[in-house]
């Protein structure tokens, strides 16, 4: 539900397997190209074609109705309302798997689908998606699923491992959702950069950029005493200091941690291209609504929000920001805080 570039990597995925019917449920404009075109899978070393008579394609929610699982890939914006929709559709046996971002998404499915059995899953790498049905995995790393110890969902995760996807399995999820959060607040830094992100994170500018905005992320989360886990074997406030290392320490660092393809893109970047709205409520955003509610301020964040806010009111794609143009705009935000303490 709501394939786009998530959605058609993992239903590709499960269709190249074989032995596993899959429903795509997308934009017109997506089921045209499919149909033309057929879907192309890119890892990194290799392409995985699809031609069109292998995809099953429809813009009616309907069509989910005698699925045993439904992948949720909807926008964050769109959780409500589509959940509210399918609420009327799907069965009560069907396994819903939030594939979203943010933290809050799992909770808004499980209050509008009652029925329901809802699974949180975090996407730890990107993808991107191209041109004449191209989708391209652009960075390392597993799907993460709440089902540790829970033996009523091991036939659709046996699934996606069979699809050769890396599964981790964690119970509770939520550290895990918060470290993906926090480091999803590059995105937005990638937006404003306009850059690649594999070079964006070999620019030691931006790295400080990325290092400043996790700091006081971190600091919210700690005020309001969130857990976190480790993101790959690091704590994030080492991966805060890590990035502000000298570029080639770093690149031996990452080479290690992170496999990133030079065309990688952030998602936000991908939506300010294609004049959409953002998930920025649902990332930085996030970190200031929580500095909210503990009665302190996450300027860096704030502004972050703006300025993607301001990109999108333009509709003209990334504002292609430099690493100077950035801090400035940063600094700007700082001192107004300062101002009105």
Known sequence: MGAGAIGCYFGGRLVA???VDVTFVGRPALGDVLAARGMTIREFDRDEHLDPSQIQFTTDPGALRDC??????VKSGGTAETATSLSRILRPETIVVSLQNGVRN???LREHLPNNPVVAAIVTFNVVMLDGGLFHHTTSGPLVVETRDKPEHQGWVN???AAKVEIQEEDPIAPEQWTKLLVNLNNAINALAGVPTRAMLLSREYRRIVAMVLEEALHVLEVADVALAKFRGVPLRGMAWIMKFPTPLFRIVIRAQLRIDPDSRSSMWQDLARGRMTEIDYLNGEIVRLANEHGIDAPLNRRI???IREAESLGS????LSPQALVAALRAST????TSA
Request: negative net charge; proline residues 8%.
């Open 305 to 307: 929000v703006a300025l």
């Open 106 to 108: 799992p909770a808004t």
């Open 17 to 19: 397997s074989g032995g």
């Open 68 to 73: 045993d699982v439904v992948l949720f890939c």
């Open 317 to 320: 794609g990334s504002p292609d």
């Open 335 to 338: 001192s107004e805080a300062r």
């Open 159 to 161: 699934a996606f491992r």
